[in-house]
């Protein structure tokens, strides 16, 4: 028999930790039953506390939940929910026996969104781990993964879908972009304006400066401060003539009279005024892409972020005039890389340089992969995704576009002072799926291909209601990448989507930026093309 340690991680809001308890009392029962019955112990490190809920919920106090841990103890980490992964990282670091990070395959919380990040950073910090994911803890793939576990303290994934990018499968053009790309970036250089740097936690979001510098890009550290100061300068004519333009165009707020509950128009004008604001921002201080942390400083400030974002991201975006009276940019999205996550900020960067170079539409947003099942059935069976990033995405990427797009108050137990998500069901078509982390003090990218489908209304209504309906929903489904071998090998919480016009020149894309990538440093790989 062997006795397994438990910690919990969780977020930092406690309004959150007590509305998801429940999910996770209920995800260790079931676990601890299951471990029991192949004759084994899991004991909570950390009790529940008085106010119920058992999470960590602070650095500190999982630096002290550590210091009592047996530092050979074999030690799980159970996540139904969001996490702060800087909870649990500083303990981890120094635990010498086998961890294993384990969530339950549950749209209701994002579980497996903290179990992804938890191992990006754990990646990144260079701590050994080993991971599982189920939907009851009794399926095969779980039990044989914990055997393997208990007996050897790592797990072996099945990793096939992964090739080396050769650099081979590129026209002379095509190469020829890139390097054109790669050349301007090392002179001329460009900057990622970091609104508060580290969000929720992410250690594996945070890019080294010294890994940035090689490929020509610096970081403007901003501050959120800044931002609130800049917001509550801009008039509220001004903020009335962007919101003028959101209804011009017929995105649907779905407006009420009480804000604690309800989006109502003051939160709305406010985050019109914070997109001027970033918009004026990232020009004076000359940045090429933008990162806004949003979830904790801003957050008690003014409504959340979400709205600017998914604007920023979109060519077709309200105008925002200088000064003098000359527009900022006019016509073009300002690649903003949603909770500061640079690693998709970078890559945003590459996106936008190469859409823009190849004349593809250049919206592009990150998702968090938040859960998934198979849809249909027989030989039609496919596993499709929820990816569904925290508040928006670029309407370009919503079926309807801007008419398509919904704006809804965003959760009161993460949001208290609300404001309005960018909503909307991706529309189908062709899209590329990449993902740069950091991994043995180097930078990496996965990039593959895939597609966002179209499923029955009752089906996206029951992914939407079983997740966050609030939030914006891609169908994704991608090529030659299976459930296991994704979650396995994925570093990250985030996956970054871009659309293309067609396979063929979505494939394109895919090879001009591995090779923009490839000749700017980075390791790539191919996942399942
Ligand atoms: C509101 C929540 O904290 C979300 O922001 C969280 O689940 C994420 O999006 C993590 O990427």
């Given at each position: 028999m062997t006795d397994i340690v438990l910690v919990a991680s969780g977020d930092l809001r406690e309004s959150a930790n007590l509305q998801c308890w429940p999910a996770q009392a209920a995800m260790e029962a079931k676990l601890t039953e299951v471990i029991e019955g192949l004759g084994h112990s899991l004991k909570r490190a950390h009790p529940v506390k008085p106010q119920g809920h058992g999470f960590i919920a602070s650095q500190r106090e999982g630096m002290d939940v550590f210091a009592s841990i047996d530092p050979d103890a074999p030690l799980i980490v159970a996540e139904a929910v969001w996490q702060y992964s800087h909870h649990v990282l500083p303990g981890l670091t120094t635990h010498k026996g086998p961890i294993l990070t384990v969530a339950n395959?549950?749209?209701?919380?994002p579980g497996l969104v903290g179990l992804l990040n938890l191992n990006g950073s754990l990646t990144k910090a260079g701590v050994p781990y080993a991971s599982l994911w189920s939907v009851d803890f009794g399926d095969a793939f779980f039990l044989d993964g914990l055997r393997e576990w208990l007996e050897t303290g790592t797990i072996t994934h099945d990793a096939s879908h992964v090739r080396p990018f050769a650099g081979t499968d590129l026209a002379a053009e095509d190469r020829a972009i890139a390097a054109e790309i790669a050349a301007d970036l090392r002179r001329n250089k460009t900057i990622l304006g970091v609104?508060?740097?580290?969000?929720?936690?992410?250690?594996?979001?945070i890019i080294p400066d010294a890994l940035l510098m090689p490929l020509g890009v610096f970081k403007e550290r901003l501050s959120q401060s800044a931002l609130y100061h800049a917001a509550k300068e801009v008039p509220e004519a001004e903020a009335r003539a962007v919101y003028d333009w959101l209804l011009a165009r017929g995105i649907t707020f779905h407006l009420g009279d009480d804000p604690e509950t309800d989006l109502t128009e003051a939160q709305v004008l406010d985050q019109c005024r914070m997109y001027i604001a970033a918009v004026r921002m990232a020009d004076a201080f000359g940045c090429e892409a933008i990162g806004i942390?949003?979830?904790?400083?801003?957050k008690d400030l003014l409504p959340a972020s979400d709205l600017v974002e998914g604007m920023l991201n979109n060519d077709d975006r309200p105008d925002v005039a200088r000064a003098d009276g000359t527009v900022i940019r006019q016509g073009r999205a300002i690649v903003h890389f949603n909770e500061v996550d640079e690693c998709a900020g970078l890559d945003g960067v590459l996106i936008n340089r190469v859409h823009r170079a190849l004349g593809q539409p250049v919206e592009t947003t990150l998702h968090d992969l938040r859960w998934g099942e198979a849809y249909g059935s027989g030989v039609e069976e496919e596993f499709v995704w929820v990816f569904e990033i925290s508040g928006a995405v670029p309407?370009?990427?919503?079926?309807?576009g801007w008419a398509g797009s919904e704006s809804f108050r965003q959760p009161a137990m993460y949001f208290p002072a609300g404001g309005g998500s960018l909503m909307g069901i991706a529309k189908p078509g062709e899209i590329v799926w990449s993902r740069i982390f950091v991994e043995g003090g180097q930078l990496h990218m996965d990039i593959g291909r895939g597609q966002a489908v179209e499923l029955p209304e009752a089906e996206t209504l029951r992914r939407s209601e079983s997740t966050t309906p609030e939030w914006p929903i891609m169908h994704g489904v991608l090529t030659g990448v299976s459930r296991d071998q994704m979650m396995a090998r994925h570093k990250a919480n985030h996956i970054q989507v871009v659309y293309a016009t067609s396979a063929e020149e979505a494939d394109k894309a895919m090879y001009v930026r591995a090779a923009l990538a490839q000749d700017l440093g980075i390791t790539v790989s191919l996942c399942g093309v």
């Amino acid at each position: 028999m062997t006795d397994i340690v438990l910690v919990a991680s969780g977020d930092l809001r406690e309004s959150a930790n007590l509305q998801c308890w429940p999910a996770q009392a209920a995800m260790e029962a079931k676990l601890t039953e299951v471990i029991e019955g192949l004759g084994h112990s899991l004991k909570r490190a950390h009790p529940v506390k008085p106010q119920g809920h058992g999470f960590i919920a602070s650095q500190r106090e999982g630096m002290d939940v550590f210091a009592s841990i047996d530092p050979d103890a074999p030690l799980i980490v159970a996540e139904a929910v969001w996490q702060y992964s800087h909870h649990v990282l500083p303990g981890l670091t120094t635990h010498k026996g086998p961890i294993l990070t384990v969530a339950n395959w549950s749209g209701q919380w994002p579980g497996l969104v903290g179990l992804l990040n938890l191992n990006g950073s754990l990646t990144k910090a260079g701590v050994p781990y080993a991971s599982l994911w189920s939907v009851d803890f009794g399926d095969a793939f779980f039990l044989d993964g914990l055997r393997e576990w208990l007996e050897t303290g790592t797990i072996t994934h099945d990793a096939s879908h992964v090739r080396p990018f050769a650099g081979t499968d590129l026209a002379a053009e095509d190469r020829a972009i890139a390097a054109e790309i790669a050349a301007d970036l090392r002179r001329n250089k460009t900057i990622l304006g970091v609104f508060d740097e580290g969000c929720m936690g992410m250690f594996n979001a945070i890019i080294p400066d010294a890994l940035l510098m090689p490929l020509g890009v610096f970081k403007e550290r901003l501050s959120q401060s800044a931002l609130y100061h800049a917001a509550k300068e801009v008039p509220e004519a001004e903020a009335r003539a962007v919101y003028d333009w959101l209804l011009a165009r017929g995105i649907t707020f779905h407006l009420g009279d009480d804000p604690e509950t309800d989006l109502t128009e003051a939160q709305v004008l406010d985050q019109c005024r914070m997109y001027i604001a970033a918009v004026r921002m990232a020009d004076a201080f000359g940045c090429e892409a933008i990162g806004i942390q949003y979830q904790q400083g801003l957050k008690d400030l003014l409504p959340a972020s979400d709205l600017v974002e998914g604007m920023l991201n979109n060519d077709d975006r309200p105008d925002v005039a200088r000064a003098d009276g000359t527009v900022i940019r006019q016509g073009r999205a300002i690649v903003h890389f949603n909770e500061v996550d640079e690693c998709a900020g970078l890559d945003g960067v590459l996106i936008n340089r190469v859409h823009r170079a190849l004349g593809q539409p250049v919206e592009t947003t990150l998702h968090d992969l938040r859960w998934g099942e198979a849809y249909g059935s027989g030989v039609e069976e496919e596993f499709v995704w929820v990816f569904e990033i925290s508040g928006a995405v670029p309407p370009a990427h919503n079926a309807g576009g801007w008419a398509g797009s919904e704006s809804f108050r965003q959760p009161a137990m993460y949001f208290p002072a609300g404001g309005g998500s960018l909503m909307g069901i991706a529309k189908p078509g062709e899209i590329v799926w990449s993902r740069i982390f950091v991994e043995g003090g180097q930078l990496h990218m996965d990039i593959g291909r895939g597609q966002a489908v179209e499923l029955p209304e009752a089906e996206t209504l029951r992914r939407s209601e079983s997740t966050t309906p609030e939030w914006p929903i891609m169908h994704g489904v991608l090529t030659g990448v299976s459930r296991d071998q994704m979650m396995a090998r994925h570093k990250a919480n985030h996956i970054q989507v871009v659309y293309a016009t067609s396979a063929e020149e979505a494939d394109k894309a895919m090879y001009v930026r591995a090779a923009l990538a490839q000749d700017l440093g980075i390791t790539v790989s191919l996942c399942g093309v």
